[in-house]
């Protein structure tokens, strides 16, 4: 079991993710934004995070760009963007931040929780 | 007695040898007194002794002794009785007249030996004639000069050698001076042959001295001037050549004058050539069709700065105009190029040049106006271009932007109906009849969503290719936007929508379909542009002849120059960065509207919020 954040702005996608995730198994802390997200990320110190790519205000992008330039320490923190936007460039455009995964919307549940269980694995940061 | 005299006197009367013998030179008279005994043989000693020169006179008695004496060689024999004292004096009075005539003859014999050689030396000719021209005597000359030996044309008639051409002449000219002039003063020129068969040029003056009783002939005096007068033909040809060289030079000269004047005329470019001291040295006649009035001052020797203020004045260019310094600066030193623009219009190109023989310098005048012309049209054709490749660009980029941002308003309503399909299928038992419910529920708002996603691009195509047409039927516009509202209002939780609804007619005549489309746009527009601040306002009332629709949200605004732009088909604004959107929502509000006759307005400051107001009329 592990600590998951989940920062997703549209509400029935953050619910359903947040339903699937405790499913799995894991302790989901939520946030509506990427300001909460942040602020939330401070608090918990989660094992890895589950953030949609376009939120209005403060964006995924900006959430791990701050997470990457402010708190260095967490650095090995695997970051999940969950996107619908499918341009290309797009996903260039946040390589240089290192996200451990960048998922296309809709998610397929058994392949994000393969892909969050191998992240763990690999984090020293795993509670397993 | 004698000693009164010049002369040596030797007075002998004692003869004796032995006093001869002391006596060292000759004297001038020997005197003998015939009372001394003298032998013959006494008297040929003495003679020997001295010159024939001494005079020697013997006196005696009268005897027969006197002829002997002058046999023998005495000079004179006289007779005792007539020996006086004076007789000394008179004979050597009569001695020195003998001698200083002797003199005389050498002298002249001298003279003429002087002249002679003058004469047998001189470069010219000297021939004496007798008065029929026949040759007496000629001087050396002639033999060096014509080739004839003296004796072959001494006694030959003169003009046997004269060119015929010229004999008839020479000879009447002789002929009158044989009769008439001592001297000819004007020299006669004629050709003489050589003896080689040559003929030489001959100058000629004569003088007539047949009555002069120690010449007798008339004597010519020839000068040979063939050299001087091949060497005057020279120069003379020379002469000729050089004024033909002076006068084929002169007409090069005018004729390259002619060909410049005309290539100069042909140019398009008026010509002016200013000199090293700012003066005029030549103008071309364009300077007179451009300048008229200004044309008696452009004219050489005239100050260029002169002539400036005056064809300034003519351009329109008054000392006022900020471009009179400039030019006046640019002609008081001429240098590289310079535009300007006349009243009239036409566009003039100055451009200098300076001549680096003379330190002058040359300005053409070229009439650009064509050229400027063009270059405007081009520039405004560029600009076009420019524009239109802009909005070009800017069509591509938006269209790439709807793509991606569809892709993203198809993808979440996908994602929502995806992730509950999987969480029915996967614990569809466990979730309990609730659950199911709850899943259906929002499976049902997700399609809701995306049959609204599709409708608003259909219309947006269906716009665009002018399918759209209006279906009005009668509609509760009231109760249309509170329906529009609940059902956002159960999607957007975290907003609070408030509906004001007053004065409405029961009815009105609209497409309903495209009316809630509207209201849907705008009220989805409000919630998503304003994620700080819940509070979303709507309300609709009876303005007049209208129905009047406001929609106000308190998020993130539209900058003031972007709001012109906000109902163009794709735009969005650079405030809605990180909100999902396609661009289409108030594109689609503004045609839906104008399809029912109304009009939409915006209000809206960034960071306040943002208030869209449709109208529409009753009928």
Redesign the interface.
């Known amino acids: 079991m592990a600590k998951i954040l989940l920062i997703e702005?549209?509400?029935?996608?953050r619910?359903?993710?947040l339903?699937?995730l405790r499913?799995q198994g894991h302790q989901v802390i939520e946030a509506?934004?990427g300001e909460e997200g942040l602020q939330k990320f401070l608090e918990v110190e989660p094992d890895l995070v589950l953030c949609d790519r376009?939120?209005?205000?403060m964006?995924g992008y900006d959430v791990l760009a701050r997470i990457r330039g402010a708190h260095p320490q967490f650095g090995d923190v695997p970051f999940i963007f969950l996107t619908?936007?499918?341009?290309a460039r797009?996903k260039a455009s946040v390589d240089h931040l290192s996200p451990a995964a960048y998922m296309?919307?809709?998610?397929?549940?058994d392949a994000l929780a393969q892909k969050i269980k191998a992240l763990l694995e690999q984090s020293k940061r795993t509670v397993y | 007695m004698v000693n009164n005299l010049e002369g040596y006197v030797l007075s002998i009367s004692t003869f004796s040898f032995d006093a001869l013998a002391t006596i060292d030179r000759d004297p001038d008279l020997i005197f003998i007194d015939g009372n001394v005994t003298i032998t013959a043989d006494d008297i040929n000693r003495l003679l020997r002794k001295f010159s024939s020169k001494t005079y020697i006179v013997l006196a005696e008695n009268p005897g027969q002794k006197r002829r002997m004496y002058l046999n023998m060689g005495i000079d004179e024999v006289m007779s005792l009785s007539e020996l006086r004292s004076d007789v000394a004096k008179h004979l050597l009075e009569k001695l020195l007249a003998l001698k200083d005539l002797a003199a005389a003859e050498v002298r002249i014999e001298q003279s003429e030996e002087r002249f002679r050689g003058i004469i047998e030396h001189s470069h010219d000719i000297i021939t004496l004639l007798d008065a029929d021209g026949m040759i007496l005597y000629t001087s050396p000359a002639f033999s060096r000069q014509l080739g004839f030996a003296l004796w072959e044309v001494l006694g030959q008639t003169f003009f046997d050698h004269i060119y015929v051409g010229d004999r008839a002449r020479v000879e009447s000219e002789f002929r009158e001076l044989a009769l008439y002039s001592p001297t000819e003063g004007q020299p006669l020129a004629f050709k003489f042959r050589h003896k080689n068969g040559e003929w030489r040029d001959f100058e000629v003056i004569g003088s007539n001295l047949l009555r002069d009783l120690t010449v007798q002939s008339i004597v010519l005096h020839c000068r040979d001037v063939t050299q001087q007068k091949a060497t005057e033909l020279e120069l003379d040809k020379y002469r000729r050549h050089l004024e033909e060289v002076v006068e084929r030079r002169t007409q090069e000269a005018a004729e390259a004058n002619r060909r410049a004047d005309t290539v100069i005329a042909a140019s398009p470019d008026a010509l002016i050539a200013i000199d090293d001291k700012g003066r005029i040295s030549f103008v071309s006649r364009h300077y007179y069709a451009l300048y008229p009035h200004s044309a008696r001052l452009l004219s050489p020797g005239v100050d260029v700065m002169e002539a400036f203020k005056v064809v300034a004045h003519e351009v329109g260019l008054e000392p006022d105009d900020p471009h009179y310094d400039e030019m006046q600066k640019w002609w008081r030193n001429p240098k590289g190029r310079k535009e300007f623009k006349m009243h009239t219009g036409t566009w003039v190109r100055l451009q200098a040049r300076r001549i680096a023989e003379t330190n002058g310098i040359v300005i053409s005048t070229t009439n650009i106006t064509d050229y400027k012309r063009q270059q405007a049209l081009l520039a405004a054709q560029s600009a076009e271009l420019t524009a239109s490749m802009n909005k070009e660009k800017m069509i591509v980029e938006q269209q790439?932007t709807f793509?991606?941002m569809v892709?993203?308003?198809?993808?979440?309503p996908?994602?929502?109906?995806?992730?509950?399909a999987?969480?029915i299928q996967?614990?569809g038992d466990t979730i309990g009849k609730e659950g199911l419910e709850k899943r259906s529920i929002?499976i049902r708002?997700?399609v809701e969503r995306l049959v609204r996603l599709i409708e608003t691009i259909l219309s947006g195509h269906m716009i665009e290719s002018g399918m759209l047409v209006l279906e009005p039927k009668a509609v509760d516009l009231g109760r249309l936007i509170q329906d529009v509202a609940d059902s956002l209002q159960d999607?957007s939780?975290?907003h609070k929508l408030h509906t004001t609804v007053r004065g409405l007619p029961e009815t009105l005549m609209l497409d309903e379909k495209l009316m809630r489309q509207t209201i849907s746009n705008l009220l989805s527009n409000a919630v998503?542009?304003s994620?700080?601040n819940p509070d979303v306002e709507i309300s609709a009332f009876r303005e007049g002849e209208q129905v009047v629709i406001e929609v106000q949200d308190h998020g993130v605004g539209i900058p003031d120059k972007e709001q012109p732009h906000i109902f163009d088909r794709y735009y969005r604004a650079s405030t809605s960065s990180?909100?999902?959107g396609s661009g289409l929502g108030l594109s689609l509000v503004k045609q839906f509207v104008d399809l029912h006759h109304g009009s939409v307005a915006l209000r809206s400051k960034v960071g306040i919020g943002t208030v869209i107001t449709v109208s529409i009329p009753l009928t």
């Open positions: 702005d549209e509400a029935p996608v619910e359903m993710l339903d699937e499913v509506v934004d376009a939120m209005p205000g964006s619908a936007l499918t341009d797009d296309n919307k809709p998610v397929d549940f | 790439k793509v991606s892709s993203h308003e198809f993808r979440t996908l994602t929502i109906i995806d992730g509950n999987q969480i996967k614990r929002t708002a997700a999607i939780p975290n998503k542009y994620p700080n990180g909100i999902p």
